[in-house]
């Protein structure tokens, strides 16, 4: 099998690594790609969000199967445009990715399908939202209905937290036409959980559970970023809880689209709430996660590529996919400054170093090659995994591989999987 996988960071590196190990490839190319990546698989000089170049690369090159990373091209349409081509694609089409592009959207899929998540409403005038906000008091919730790079949700510790972000997001338009619309709904409380699921459709496999640590600095502390690292799988998540999640929340999720005519394939990412009434929808996505992916992968015993196809082709009944159970942790490795204003350019050595470690992988995220010197280009630039049989062990290798790694411009957090 020939195979695209579209995205230039660490994401995309753990998926073709994951898919290059297949008996099946015969030859596997990346959009855009990175240095990394290039060890791998053919670089092709297309940037993820071209879905029109994207498409006449696949087609002009007997591609078999089209793996996207990142959610920007299957909002665009990617798997539509390949569709149209007879070109399979293991994402959801434009229809279906709405449930990652609004969050309205996913609110009014889940109360359809009786999945459990937080109380809301929906405004568009800042009066009645206001209004909402008063009657309903603190803690609350305001989020931007449309994508929001990470940054359009406001958790309100206090009713003039969660005016001002009423406010911004509907009267100022900081969000632009993400924020013409507001979900304002209950606080949940309790742990916060990633859990991924492989669909064709109708049905779905469990991909694995993992915690991501967003903030930038340690003890959670500081702005947000993409994801600064992650543990798999997330101490209390048990076997049931992933049989609450698989039956409660995915399978009536792809019910209620296949309902609805806009059935979902591809990856399917659930972020939830483990709450005291058990585990409760924040929102879904509708890719892998990053650091997830790099979590999640190196921990997988079977060849993925098999069931991505089968996915692609409604055929997943039946499947499953054998798993090392391990713990594995992931440490993203950030230029400093992230993620406000950093330098790229600086020099990064000691990778060799780095993987000679057990069980280590090193992704590569925001990285180029200057001549033969490997720069940061980017704000999150590495992901060190390691996996261990314990927590603690793959915490403590992950940590020796981040320390072998010479890059006096780039830091990470030292607290990832230690809070447990
Ligand atoms: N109802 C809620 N109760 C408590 N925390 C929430 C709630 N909704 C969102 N959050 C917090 O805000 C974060 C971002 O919200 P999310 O809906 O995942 O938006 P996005 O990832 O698009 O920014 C969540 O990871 C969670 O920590
Ligand atoms: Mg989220």
Redesign the pocket.
Known sequence: MRVLVVGSGAREHALVRAIARSHLVTAVFCAPGNPGIAALAGLVPIAATDVQALTEFAAANAIDLVVPGPEAPLVLGLTDALAARGIRCCGPTAAAARLEGS?QFTKEVADAAGIPT?RWEAFTDTHHALDFVRRRGAPI?V?ADGL?A?K??V?AETEAEAAAAVIACLREGSFGAAGATVVI????VGQ?VSVFALCDGRDAIFLGAARDH?RVGDGDRGPNTGGMGAIAPPPGFTHATQIAVMDGIIHPALAEMERRGTPFTGILFA?L?LTEHGPKL??FNVRFGDPEAETLLPLLDSDILPLLLAASEGRLAGSSLAWRAEASVSVVMAAAGYPGAYQRGSAITGLAAAEAGAEVSVFQAGTRLEHDTLVADGGRVLVINATAPSLAEARARAYAAVDAIDWPQGFCRRDIGAHF
């Open positions: 969050k937080a919730v989020k929001a990470g359009g949700v958790v709904e209950e606080c949940l916060e967003k972020g709430m924040i929102e």
